[in-house]
C-alpha cells in the first residue's frame, strides 16, 4: 500500500494519517500488509505525524474491527455522531467517546506540531532535519512499524521513505516516487500486488483489498494487470460552478491495485511466476532499500521507460496505464457501493484550474505520444489511440480504459 505526499502545507500531515489510518484498518490479514509512506517534501511534519499513526492505530484498528465500522479514516468517522440502536453493543458508546478523545489528542499533538509548539528531535534516529534541503537531501528510510511476529490482526508493517534528492537529477515526479517505492518495497517485502493512493484518498469500503484481491487473483483465463477504483469525492457541491465534478468523476489513477510484475515490464505471454521472496525482517533489509532509493540508481536503465511508472507525462498514469494495454494486458474498473476510496474535491479554485491544466497538458502529451506509438507498432498502438481519445472527452470512466 503505497502513499505519496509532496508537501506539508498543500496536504496537511493529518490528511495523510487519515488515509494511512484508513488503509491499516481494513479487513484483510494484517501480517500480509505494509503501508509505505513516500514523502517527497522531506518534511519533519509528515515523519513526525507518521510516527504518531501507529500509537493510535493499535487502539483504532481493534476498534473498527469490533465494531465493523464502516468508514475507518477517524476525521470522516468522528465527524458524524455515534449510531446506535437498540442492537448496539453494550459498552460501544463508552468505547466511542474514548476513541473520539484518543483522537483528538493526535490532532491536537499533529497540530502543535505544525504550529511549532514543541521541537521535533530526530536526533535518535539519525535524521537531521534542521539542515535538509527538500530538494537536495540523502534517503531517509525509516520502518516505523514492524510486525515480527506473523500475525493475521495486528497492525501491518508501516515504512517512511522520502527518495534521495539531488538538483542535477530529475526526480520525476510521482512517477519517480512510485518507481523508488516499487523498488524500495521489493527488497523489504515484496508483495505480488501494489496500492498506490494519494495523500488525500483514504480507503472508505473497509473490503477494498478483498475486492481487488478477488478480481486479480479469480481470473484464470483473462488475466488483468489492474484494477482500478474511480476517484471519487465526498465533498462535491451539487451547482460546483468550475464543474469539478465532470472533471475529477473521470480521473482514475489514484486507487488502483498493480501486478508487480506488470510494473516491471512482463507481458501477458510471459508465464513467469511472480516472485514472491520475502526477507525474513525488514530492519536487516534497509540497506538494500537505501540503495535502491539512490537519485541515480535509475540511471542508464528502462526505468520510467520500459519498466515502471513511464516518464514524460504530468499525467503519468494515463501514460503508464496505455503502454501496460499495449502489452496485451487488460484490466479493470471496478466501482463499489459504497465507493472504495473517497477524498476531498479540491475546493480552491486556482487548484482545480491548475489540475485541468495539467489534464489537458497530459492528455495533448499523450495524443502526440500515441500517435507516434500507432505509427510504429501495429494494432495495440491503433487501440492506445482510440483509447485516449475517449477519456479525453471528459466522456466518463470505461470498463477497459483506465
Ligand atoms: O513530486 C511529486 C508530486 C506529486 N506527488 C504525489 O502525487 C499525488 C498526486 O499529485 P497531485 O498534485 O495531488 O495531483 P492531483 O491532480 O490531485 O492527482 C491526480 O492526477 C495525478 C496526475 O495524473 C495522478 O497521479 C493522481 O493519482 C490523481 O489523483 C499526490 O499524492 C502527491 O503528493 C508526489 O509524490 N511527488
Ligand atoms: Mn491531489
Not at 11 to 18: A, D, G, Q, R
Not at 300 to 329: F, N, P, Q
Request: neutral net charge.
Amino acid at each position: 500500500m503505497f502513499v505519496t505526499t509532496a508537501d506539508a502545507k498543500l496536504e496537511p500531515p493529518i490528511i495523510t494519517v487519515n488515509t494511512v489510518l484508513s488503509l491499516l484498518a481494513v479487513d484483510y490479514p494484517t501480517h500480509k500488509l505494509a503501508c509505505y509512506v513516500s514523502d517527497d517534501g522531506c518534511s519533519p511534519l509528515t515523519l513526525y505525524s507518521i510516527i504518531e499513526a501507529p500509537k493510535f492505530a493499535k487502539l483504532w484498528v481493534p476498534f473498527c474491527k469490533k465494531y465493523h465500522v464502516q468508514v475507518r479514516a477517524p476525521f470522516r468517522y468522528f465527524s458524524d455522531n455515534p449510531i446506535l440502536s437498540s442492537y448496539s453493543p453494550s459498552g460501544f458508546l463508552q468505547e466511542w467517546t474514548k476513541m473520539k478523545d484518543e483522537y483528538e489528542k493526535l490532532c491536537q499533538k499533529i497540530e502543535d506540531a505544525v504550529q511549532n509548539l514543541a521541537p521535533l528531535d530526530f536526533s535518535r534516529d539519525n535524521v537531521d532535519f534542521a539542515h535538509i534541503d527538500s530538494r537536495n537531501h540523502p534517503t531517509i528510510i525509516k520502518v516505523i512499524w514492524e510486525t515480527k511476529e506473523r500475525i493475521s490482526n495486528g497492525l501491518p508493517h508501516m515504512v517512511y521513505v522520502a527518495r534521495e534528492k539531488h538538483p542535477n537529477h530529475s526526480h520525476r515526479y510521482k512517477a519517480g516516487a512510485m518507481n523508488t517505492l516499487t523498488r524500495v518495497s521489493s527488497v523489504l517485502t515484496n508483495a505480488p500486488f501494489m496500492l498506490n493512493v494519494d495523500c488525500d484518498m483514504y480507503a472508505n469500503n473497509p473490503k477494498i483489498i478483498l475486492h481487488a484481491m478477488c478480481l486479480l487473483l479469480g481470473f484464470k483465463h483473462e488475466k488483468s494487470a489492474f484494477v482500478q477504483f474511480p476517484q471519487m469525492f465526498y465533498n462535491i457541491l451539487k451547482d460546483d460552478p468550475c464543474g469539478s465534478k465532470v472533471v475529477e468523476a473521470v480521473k482514475v489513477r489514484t486507487g488502483c491495485f498493480h501486478r508487480r510484475k506488470v510494473i516491471y515490464g512482463s507481458s501477458l505471454t510471459d508465464n513467469e511466476e511472480e516472485n514472491i521472496d520475502q526477507p525474513d525482517n525488514l530492519s536487516c533489509a534497509v540497506d538494500a532499500a537505501y540503495h535502491v532509493a539512490h537519485s541515480e540508481f535509475e540511471h542508464d536503465t528502462l526505468w520510467g521507460k520500459k519498466v515502471g511508472w513511464v516518464y514524460g507525462s504530468v499525467t503519468e498514469d494515463v501514460l503508464t496505464g496505455m503502454k501496460i494495454h499495449a502489452r496485451g494486458w487488460k484490466s479493470i474498473l471496478c466501482m463499489l457501493g459504497p465507493p472504495g476510496f473517497l477524498g476531498a474535491a479540491p475546493s480552491i479554485t486556482h487548484v482545480m484550474l491548475i489540475q485541468r491544466k495539467r489534464g489537458i497538458t497530459g492528455l495533448l502529451e499523450i495524443f502526440h505520444s500515441s500517435i507516434v506509438f500507432a505509427l510504429h507498432s501495429s494494432g495495440h498502438g491503433r487501440v492506445g489511440v482510440a483509447t485516449t481519445g475517449s477519456w479525453g472527452e471528459w466522456g466518463g470512466p470505461r470498463g477497459d480504459d483506465v
